[in-house]
C-alpha cells in the first residue's frame, strides 16, 4: 500500500486531497485499487511522510502494534485535529514501584523458576503470575490479600503489565496461591543459591544465622506452632512462632525455617545445620552466630560434622580472661574498637578474641544507671511499707513476690544486690510478729561488672587469621539484623492474621521473597554507586504513575493514549544508572464517540470492587 496525492481545480481553486491505494494482482496483470480516500492531511508534504508510508503494513499485519513495555521506535506517528479544551487525564494507577519489583522478579529469574515449578493446569490465571502478583503487593505495599483484590490492585499498572484483569484477582484465588506457592519452598531456596552465585558471585562459605519471632492477632487456636515464648516484639500476650533466617554476609536471604514460638534458640542450630547439609551438600562453611545459640553441645556438633564456627559467648565467660582483659596490649583497628586475640584453654583448639569499645561501655553503663536507680527506688518503697507505723506489710510471701517482680523487671541490677525478708516477733499486733528487710550490695561483682563494661567475647575454631578478621566477620550479623528489621517493618512480617499453619507458613515465605527482591535491590544499587537504601528508591519510584491521555478529535471521536509520566531530572539520573528505562512511547487504547469536553478535567478511575 502506498499514499497517493490529487490535485484538482475547481472555480480558480486548487484542492488536495490523498488516497490510501493497494497494488493488487489481476488476471490481466497487476492493477492498483483505492482502499479509502483519507481527505486533506495538514501539515503533510513530499518531504514529511513520516510514518503515513507505513499505514499499509500496519493493516496487512505486517508490522507489530508496540505493547506498553516495548517501547519501540518503529511505531509510525498518527496525526490528527484535536480540540485540546477537551484534553483530560483519567486512569491514573501506580507504576513506579511495581515496574521497579517485576524487573527485580525478572533479574532474579523468579518467574523462569515459577512457571516451570508451578505447571499449567486448568486455572485461567497461571499459579506463577498470581504468586508474583502477592510477593510484589507485598514488596511495595505490605495488606491483606482482600485489601490487595478489592483495592491497591486496582490502583496500580499490574493489569498492564501482568495481562490480568482486576475483576479477575479476588481475596479467593490470592488464598488459593498462597497454597500452591507454600510446597515450592525448598525448591525456591536451590534457586536462589544457583541465582546468588550467578548475579553477586555469592561463594556461601559463611553463612550468618539468628533467629527472631513475630506474633499473631488471634488465639493461634488452629496453628499447633503458635505458642508463647520470648518475644523479641515486646509482646508476651500473643501467642508466636519462631523464625531462624540464614543469610549470606551481604545480607542476601538464603532460607528460613519456621519453629514453634517456646522453642529455644540454643535447640535450633543442630536441625538448621543439618538442613543445609542435606539441601545444599556437605561442605566447611563458617557459622557466625550470636552468644544466644551457643552451648557446648551445639560447638561439638559443628567441630563433628566438619564445620566453622565463630560465635560470641555469654557475658560471664568473660570472667575467664580477667588477667588478658587488664592487660594492655590491645590492637586497634578502628576509631573506637579495640581487639585482642587470647588463647583457649589447653584442652582445646579453639582461638578467642576480646573486643572492647568505649562507646558500648557508656552505652553499658548508662543502662545499667538506670536500672540500679529503678531497683533501689522500688526496694525503697518496699522497705517503707514494711515498716510503716500503720497498716504495715505483714504477709512475708507478699513481700517476696514484690521482690522478685523488682528482680524481673530490673534484671540488668538484681544480681547485684541481696535482699531478704525476715521475721521479728512483735507483741503489739495481733498476728505477733512483723516483717524485717535487708538489702546489701555486692560490691566486687559491681566493681567486675564496671570493668567489663564495653566487653565481649568471641570464639571461634577457625585458624590463621588475625583478630581484625575475625572481629569483621562478626559484625556481618548487622546484616540480619537488618533483615530482620526490614521485614518487620518495612514488609509487614507482624503480626500475622492467618489462623491455620500452613496460611502462616506461606505468609512468611511470601514475606521472605519480598525481602529477597528488596536485598537484591541493595546490592543493585551498591554495585552502580547509588548507596544502599531501597526505601527511598522506592517512594521516589511511587510518584510515576500510568495515566491516559483522552484527545478530543475534530471527527468526533477520542483518542485515548495510554502513557507513563515522566520521572524528575534526579530520578530519571538514578534509573540511568540502574539501566532501568521507563517506558516512553504512548500505546492507543481505544477511540470513543463523544462529545466534546467543554473544560481540562483530570479524573481517576475507582477500581472495581469484587463484593
Same mark, same amino acid.
Given at each position: 500500500?502506498?499514499?497517493?496525492r490529487?490535485?484538482r481545480?475547481?472555480s480558480?481553486?486548487v484542492?488536495?486531497?490523498w488516497?490510501l491505494?493497494?497494488?493488487v494482482?489481476?488476471?490481466?496483470?497487476?492493477?492498483?485499487?483505492?482502499v479509502?480516500t483519507?481527505?486533506?492531511l495538514?501539515?503533510l508534504d513530499?518531504e514529511a511522510?513520516?510514518?503515513?508510508?507505513?499505514?499499509?503494513?500496519?493493516l496487512?499485519?505486517?508490522?507489530?502494534q508496540?505493547?506498553?513495555?516495548?517501547?519501540?521506535?518503529?511505531?509510525p506517528p498518527?496525526?490528527?485535529?484535536?480540540d485540546v479544551?477537551?484534553?483530560?487525564?483519567?486512569?491514573?494507577?501506580?507504576?513506579?514501584d511495581v515496574f521497579?519489583?517485576l524487573?527485580?522478579?525478572r533479574?532474579?529469574g523468579?518467574d523462569?523458576?515459577?512457571?516451570?515449578?508451578m505447571e499449567?493446569?486448568?486455572?485461567?490465571?497461571a499459579?506463577?503470575?498470581?504468586?508474583c502478583?502477592?510477593?510484589?503487593?507485598r /514488596?511495595?505495599?505490605?495488606?491483606?490479600?482482600?485489601?490487595?483484590?478489592? /483495592?491497591w490492585?486496582?490502583?496500580?499498572a499490574?493489569?498492564?503489565?501482568?495481562?490480568?484483569?482486576?475483576?479477575?484477582?479476588?481475596?479467593?484465588?490470592?488464598?488459593?496461591?498462597?497454597?500452591?506457592?507454600?510446597?515450592?519452598?525448598?525448591?525456591?531456596?536451590g534457586?536462589?543459591?544457583?541465582?546468588y552465585?550467578e548475579?553477586?558471585g555469592?561463594t556461601?562459605?559463611?553463612?550468618?544465622?539468628?533467629?527472631?519471632?513475630t506474633?499473631?492477632?488471634?488465639?493461634?487456636?488452629s496453628?499447633?506452632?503458635?505458642?508463647?515464648g520470648?518475644?523479641r516484639?515486646?509482646?508476651?500476650?500473643?501467642?508466636?512462632?519462631c523464625i531462624?533466617?540464614v543469610?549470606?554476609?551481604?545480607?542476601?536471604?538464603?532460607t528460613?525455617?519456621? /519453629?514453634?514460638?517456646?522453642?529455644?534458640?540454643?535447640?535450633?542450630v543442630e536441625?538448621?545445620?543439618?538442613?543445609?547439609?542435606?539441601?545444599?551438600?556437605q561442605?566447611?562453611?563458617?557459622?557466625?552466630?550470636?552468644r544466644?545459640?551457643?552451648?557446648?553441645?551445639n560447638?561439638a556438633q559443628?567441630r563433628?560434622?566438619?564445620?566453622f564456627?565463630?560465635v560470641?559467648?555469654?557475658?560471664?565467660m568473660?570472667?575467664?580472661?580477667e588477667?588478658?582483659l587488664?592487660a594492655?596490649?590491645?590492637?586497634?583497628?578502628?576509631?573506637?574498637?579495640?581487639?585482642?586475640?587470647?588463647?583457649?584453654p589447653?584442652?582445646?583448639r579453639?582461638t578467642f578474641?576480646?573486643?572492647?569499645s568505649?562507646?558500648?561501655?557508656?552505652?553499658?553503663?548508662?543502662?545499667?544507671?538506670?536500672?540500679?536507680?529503678?531497683?533501689e527506688?522500688g526496694l525503697a518503697r518496699?522497705?517503707?511499707r514494711?515498716?510503716?507505723p500503720?497498716?504495715?506489710?505483714?504477709?512475708?510471701?507478699?513481700?517476696?513476690?514484690?521482690?522478685?517482680?523488682l528482680?524481673q523487671k530490673?534484671?540488668?541490677?538484681?544480681?547485684l544486690?541481696?535482699?531478704?525478708?525476715?521475721?521479728?516477733?512483735?507483741?503489739?499486733?495481733?498476728?505477733?510478729?512483723?516483717?524485717?528487710v535487708?538489702?546489701?550490695?555486692?560490691?566486687d561483682?559491681?566493681?567486675w561488672?564496671?570493668?567489663?563494661?564495653?566487653?565481649?567475647?568471641?570464639?571461634?575454631n577457625?585458624?590463621?587469621?588475625?583478630?581484625e578478621?575475625?572481629?569483621?566477620?562478626?559484625t556481618?550479623?548487622?546484616?540480619?539484623?537488618?533483615c530482620?528489621?526490614?521485614?518487620k517493618?518495612?514488609l509487614?512480617?507482624r503480626p500475622?492474621?492467618?489462623h491455620?499453619?500452613?496460611?502462616?507458613?506461606?505468609h512468611?515465605?511470601?514475606?521472605f521473597?519480598?525481602?529477597?527482591l528488596?536485598?537484591?535491590?541493595?546490592?543493585?544499587?551498591?554495585?552502580?554507586g547509588l548507596?544502599?537504601?531501597?526505601r527511598?528508591?522506592?517512594?521516589?519510584?511511587?510518584e510515576?504513575?500510568?495515566?491516559d491521555?483522552v484527545l478530543?478529535?475534530?471527527?468526533?471521536?477520542e483518542?485515548r493514549?495510554?502513557?507513563?509520566?515522566r520521572p524528575?531530572?534526579?530520578?530519571a539520573?538514578?534509573?540511568q544508572?540502574?539501566?532501568?528505562?521507563?517506558?516512553?512511547?504512548?500505546?492507543r487504547?481505544?477511540?470513543?464517540?463523544?462529545?466534546?469536553?467543554p473544560?481540562?478535567q483530570?479524573?481517576?478511575?475507582?477500581?472495581?470492587?469484587?463484593?
Amino acid at each position: 500500500m502506498f499514499l497517493r496525492r490529487h490535485t484538482r481545480k475547481k472555480s480558480g481553486t486548487v484542492y488536495e486531497y490523498w488516497t490510501l491505494v493497494e497494488s493488487v494482482r489481476t488476471s490481466r496483470g497487476p492493477r492498483q485499487r483505492t482502499v479509502t480516500t483519507i481527505g486533506k492531511l495538514p501539515g503533510l508534504d513530499e518531504e514529511a511522510r513520516v510514518g503515513w508510508e507505513q499505514i499499509g503494513a500496519i493493516l496487512d499485519g505486517k508490522v507489530r502494534q508496540a505493547d506498553l513495555l516495548a517501547g519501540s521506535q518503529a511505531d509510525p506517528p498518527e496525526w490528527a485535529t484535536v480540540d485540546v479544551r477537551g484534553l483530560r487525564v483519567e486512569r491514573l494507577r501506580r507504576f513506579g514501584d511495581v515496574f521497579l519489583g517485576l524487573a527485580l522478579w525478572r533479574r532474579l529469574g523468579l518467574d523462569g523458576f515459577f512457571d516451570e515449578a508451578m505447571e499449567r493446569g486448568r486455572e485461567e490465571i497461571a499459579w506463577s503470575t498470581m504468586a508474583c502478583l502477592l510477593v510484589l503487593a507485598r /514488596f511495595c505495599a505490605p495488606s491483606s490479600e482482600l485489601q490487595i483484590a478489592d /483495592f491497591w490492585y486496582g490502583k496500580t499498572a499490574l493489569e498492564d503489565l501482568l495481562g490480568v484483569p482486576a475483576e479477575k484477582v479476588n481475596d479467593d484465588r490470592l488464598y488459593r496461591a498462597l497454597d500452591v506457592l507454600l510446597p515450592k519452598k525448598d525448591a525456591l531456596f536451590g534457586h536462589l543459591q544457583k541465582t546468588y552465585g550467578e548475579l553477586f558471585g555469592t561463594t556461601f562459605d559463611i553463612l550468618l544465622y539468628d533467629i527472631t519471632s513475630t506474633y499473631f492477632e488471634g488465639t493461634g487456636a488452629s496453628n499447633p506452632q503458635a505458642r508463647r515464648g520470648y518475644s523479641r516484639d515486646s509482646r508476651p500476650d500473643c501467642v508466636q512462632v519462631c523464625i531462624a533466617l540464614v543469610v549470606t554476609p551481604e545480607g542476601l536471604p538464603l532460607t528460613y525455617e519456621v /519453629f514453634d514460638g517456646n522453642r529455644r534458640d540454643v535447640t535450633t542450630v543442630e536441625e538448621i545445620v543439618e538442613t543445609m547439609r542435606t539441601k545444599y551438600g556437605q561442605e566447611r562453611r563458617v557459622w557466625v552466630m550470636d552468644r544466644g545459640m551457643v552451648s557446648e553441645d551445639n560447638l561439638a556438633q559443628l567441630r563433628q560434622c566438619g564445620a566453622f564456627y565463630l560465635v560470641a559467648t555469654p557475658k560471664s565467660m568473660l570472667k575467664q580472661f580477667e588477667r588478658a582483659l587488664l592487660a594492655g596490649d590491645w590492637e586497634q583497628i578502628e576509631p573506637g574498637v579495640e581487639v585482642k586475640i587470647c588463647q583457649g584453654p589447653d584442652d582445646t583448639r579453639e582461638t578467642f578474641v576480646l573486643c572492647r569499645s568505649p562507646q558500648r561501655r557508656e552505652k553499658e553503663r548508662a543502662m545499667r544507671q538506670r536500672q540500679i536507680r529503678g531497683l533501689e527506688e522500688g526496694l525503697a518503697r518496699l522497705k517503707a511499707r514494711i515498716e510503716a507505723p500503720t497498716r504495715a506489710l505483714r504477709d512475708r510471701d507478699r513481700a517476696n513476690q514484690r521482690v522478685g517482680g523488682l528482680f524481673q523487671k530490673y534484671s540488668r541490677a538484681a544480681h547485684l544486690y541481696t535482699v531478704n525478708i525476715g521475721e521479728v516477733p512483735d507483741p503489739d499486733h495481733k498476728s505477733g510478729k512483723r516483717l524485717t528487710v535487708t538489702i546489701a550490695t555486692k560490691d566486687d561483682l559491681r566493681e567486675w561488672v564496671e570493668e567489663a563494661d564495653g566487653c565481649y567475647l568471641l570464639r571461634t575454631n577457625l585458624q590463621g587469621h588475625n583478630a581484625e578478621t575475625f572481629w569483621r566477620t562478626y559484625t556481618g550479623l548487622t546484616q540480619i539484623e537488618d533483615c530482620f528489621r526490614i521485614g518487620k517493618h518495612d514488609l509487614g512480617l507482624r503480626p500475622i492474621f492467618h489462623h491455620n499453619k500452613d496460611r502462616t507458613q506461606a505468609h512468611i515465605l511470601v514475606c521472605f521473597l519480598a525481602l529477597v527482591l528488596w536485598r537484591t535491590l541493595q546490592q543493585w544499587m551498591e554495585s552502580v554507586g547509588l548507596g544502599t537504601a531501597p526505601r527511598k528508591l522506592l517512594e521516589e519510584m511511587a510518584e510515576v504513575h500510568s495515566l491516559d491521555v483522552v484527545l478530543p478529535a475534530r471527527t468526533g471521536q477520542e483518542i485515548r493514549l495510554r502513557t507513563v509520566s515522566r520521572p524528575e531530572k534526579h530520578l530519571a539520573i538514578l534509573l540511568q544508572r540502574l539501566d532501568l528505562p521507563l517506558p516512553n512511547k504512548p500505546k492507543r487504547i481505544q477511540n470513543v464517540v463523544q462529545t466534546f469536553a467543554p473544560k481540562m478535567q483530570i479524573s481517576q478511575e475507582k477500581p472495581t470492587s469484587n463484593l
